[in-house]
């Protein structure tokens, strides 16, 4: 579970930027056959998301600093390109660029189980493959972003967005527990082809796609740097937005040091097997789509600043849980701090990105995109990284504790903040 939170994120589809709210017959189609690639295709990342670590792990014997590795690289990408992202999806062609991306991510998971069956796998391969998918990921998903203020009229993206979020949670929820199951029944290497599978139907899905129109380019001929600083001063400007990145940031962070420790703690500390791991992992999704039905009732009723402000303080309380978790029933705390958790982080991901989308120009949109998941989804190769540090010098348990002692710092972001004192965030 990741926030920018979760830039989640709007689904990816043929549309003129910069024209808002049509929804009309072919830009619902279009929609839907996006929101079908991008479902089919987050279904195939959830196996990976179990199987890769458990690869790691239960195969290779890898350390809690290695698993950290691998979750590192495959966030890296953001670091190094994800500022250039937001100008570079303006200038190619998004439906060329986007079945091209799957196809690279489709060839890199393919090559973990033929490499296992050539007796030939080894951890670098395993970065090597993180890093290759984390740089075709950051350029898909930019893209994505873009989308749905383009179909869908600004009083529905609350609702839509939600939808979106709901289906990546659905995905969260089946995904896992497919993937432990698989790797009980075939091995790690071999449940890696079901995603290498789903990559290359989301692009079969994408190609059939009419052309999309040209997207809005700056005026006056900026050139990158220039483009980019444009989208960055925007964002750090912002009285909201500039509170919300340093907020998703902090969330992000812990989110990568989960993702190391998670499968080493629940593999090594509380001795799961492995469909139990992608059982406990999968409860993060059924938290995820618990706050995405939620979420429009919640800004309804209480305004968007105050859902925001009591979902990073319930992601918070939850995070606090995972540590306390103990073998047998007691892998039933983490099983609940993991869903609250992951409820928090999504209420927050489905606010704080449904206000970018209706307060940033079309023409920034994409960079405004690429600056936030630049600043906030760095953080996460960071976090990875600290924690595999940590489990190694200390212990998994102590390490994930103090990752959930560092969620603190998420609501205390938003209170030093302006966002303290808005019901709306307007």
Not at 114 to 126: F, N
Not at 240 to 248: G, H, M, Y
Request: charged share 10%; aromatic share 6%; net charge positive.
């Amino acid at each position: 579970m990741t926030t920018e939170t979760v830039d989640a994120t709007a689904t990816a589809g043929p549309a003129r930027p910069g024209r808002r709210g049509g929804g009309g017959g072919g830009g619902a189609t279009a929609f839907w056959r996006y929101w079908t690639a991008s479902t089919v295709s987050r279904l195939g990342d959830q196996v990976t998301t179990v199987a890769l670590p458990l690869i790691a792990v239960v195969t290779l014997h890898a350390s809690a600093f290695e698993v950290g590795l691998i979750t590192g690289a495959a966030y890296l990408a953001w670091l190094v390109i994800g500022l250039p992202a937001g100008v570079l999806v303006q200038r190619l062609p998004l439906r060329g660029t986007q079945v091209a991306m799957d196809l690279v991510r489709a060839a890199a998971v393919a090559s973990i189980p033929l490499a296992a069956a050539l007796g030939v796998l080894g951890l670098p391969q395993l970065v090597v493959v993180a890093l290759l998918v984390g740089f075709a990921s950051v350029l898909f998903d930019v893209g994505n972003s873009t989308f749905l203020p383009t179909v869908v009229p600004k009083e529905q993206l609350t609702a839509r967005n939600s939808l979106v979020s709901g289906s990546i949670a659905a995905t969260d929820l089946a995904g896992p527990s497919l993937g432990g199951v698989l790797v009980q029944l075939v091995g790690g290497a071999a449940s890696m082809l079901l995603d290498s599978i789903s990559y290359v139907v989301s692009a079969a899905l994408l190609s059939s796609l009419p052309h999309p129109g040209a997207a809005a380019r700056p005026s006056g001929g900026a050139g990158m740097r220039e483009q980019i600083r444009e989208g960055w001063r925007f964002v750090a400007r912002h009285p909201v937005i500039r509170p919300c990145v340093a907020d998703a940031t902090a969330v992000n962070f812990v989110c990568g040091g989960l993702m190391t420790l998670t499968p080493v703690f629940l593999v090594r500390t509380l001795d799961a097997p492995a469909a139990a791991v992608g059982a406990l992992m999968a409860t993060g999704g059924l938290g995820s789509l618990l706050g995405a039905a939620a979420t429009p009732r919640l800004a309804s009723r209480f305004g968007g600043g105050p859902s925001l402000r009591g979902a990073a303080a319930v992601s918070t309380v939850f995070a606090l849980l995972l540590p306390l978790a103990g073998s047998g029933w007691g892998t039933l705390v983490f099983a609940l701090g993991n869903a609250g958790f992951s409820a928090g982080v999504v209420v927050t991901s489905i606010v704080t990105r449904t206000h970018r989308q209706t307060h940033t120009p079309p023409e920034l949109l994409s960079r405004v995109m690429a600056t936030v998941r630049f600043v906030s989804w760095g953080a996460i190769p960071v976090g990875a990284l600290a924690a595999g540090a940590a489990a190694a010098a200390w212990g998994p348990r102590t390490a994930l504790l103090l990752v959930a002692i560092v969620s603190v710092a998420s609501p205390a972001i938003l209170l030093a903040s302006p966002v303290r004192r808005m019901r709306e965030l307007a």
